[in-house]
T-cell receptor, first 112, second 115 residues
Framework: DAKTTQPNSMESNEEEPVHLPCNHS???????IHWYRQLPSQGPEYVIH?????VNNRMASLAIAEDRKSSTLILHRATLRDAAVYYCILRPYMDSNYQLIWGAGTKLIIKP | ETGVTQTPRHLVMGMTNKKSLKCEQH?????MYWYKQSAKKPLELMFV???????ENNSVPSRFSPECPNSSHLFLHLHTLQPEDSALYLCASSQTVHGGNTEAFFGQGTRLTVV
């Protein structure tokens, strides 16, 4: 299964945009890029996913490189409630392995 | 509120006890999952059910026994656990087991401590 690489941690100031990078150089043509986040003492929460085009929803935006070997999750205006571990995961279109392969994620620290 | 409810939220059990974790989803999904999250380790998939049928058992010891009586409920029966089984146990559901174009919804988890 294709793997992803993320920085261990990042810091950002409250009310500023945050760009969380993810490298997935071995991505295949049918892999979807998923982002989840996990707040302290909670289960993971779906954030966004995409295949080739950039995606926007009420939580965030996902920018996907043209060669699809990297992507960036964008939080447009970070709040203290966005402090969490963010996971970038690849999932094939026809996922015969069922599971999402979880890495260590990026711990996002928001400074007031 | 994700639509996936897990009970209990916290559980302390002795190594000789038998207990069960419960998960219920109100999303009309066909697939349900059990994950284990140990301290400082990535999430590990344990079991996958599709339409009440187990489709994946990820080399989990037999002291963990899943049960899926219907597509809305999932149980994890625990017996003779070891202290290293202490972890956060997460239940998740998705519309289908197949397809990268579907997202998973997670419960809050059960924090299990084996003493």
């Amino acid at each position: 299964d294709a793997k992803t690489t993320q920085p261990n941690s990042m810091e950002s100031n409250e009310e500023e945009p945050v760009h969380l990078p993810c490298n997935h150089s071995t991505i295949s043509g049918t892999d979807y890029i998923h982002w989840y986040r996990q707040l302290p003492s909670q289960g993971p929460e779906y954030v966004i996913h995409g295949l080739t085009s950039n995606v926007n929803n009420r939580m965030a935006s996902l920018a996907i490189a043209e060669d699809r070997k990297s992507s960036t999750l964008i939080l447009h205006r970070a709040t203290l409630r966005d402090a969490a571990v963010y996971y970038c995961i690849l999932r094939p279109y026809m996922d015969s392995n069922y599971q999402l392969i979880w890495g260590a994620g990026t711990k996002l620290i928001i400074k007031p | 509120e994700t639509g996936v409810t897990q009970t209990p939220r916290h559980l302390v059990m002795g190594m000789t006890n038998k207990k069960s974790l419960k998960c219920e989803q109100h999303l009309g999904h066909n697939a349900m999952y059990w994950y284990k999250q140990s301290a400082k380790k990535p999430l590990e998939l344990m079991f996958v059910y599709s339409l009440e049928e187990r489709v994946e058992n990820n080399s989990v010891p037999s002291r963990f026994s899943p049960e899926c009586p219907n597509s809305s409920h999932l149980f994890l029966h625990l017996h003779t656990l070891q202290p290293e089984d202490s972890a956060l146990y997460l239940c998740a559901s998705s519309q289908t087991v197949h397809g990268g174009n579907t997202e998973a919804f997670f419960g809050q988890g059960t924090r299990l401590t084996v003493v």
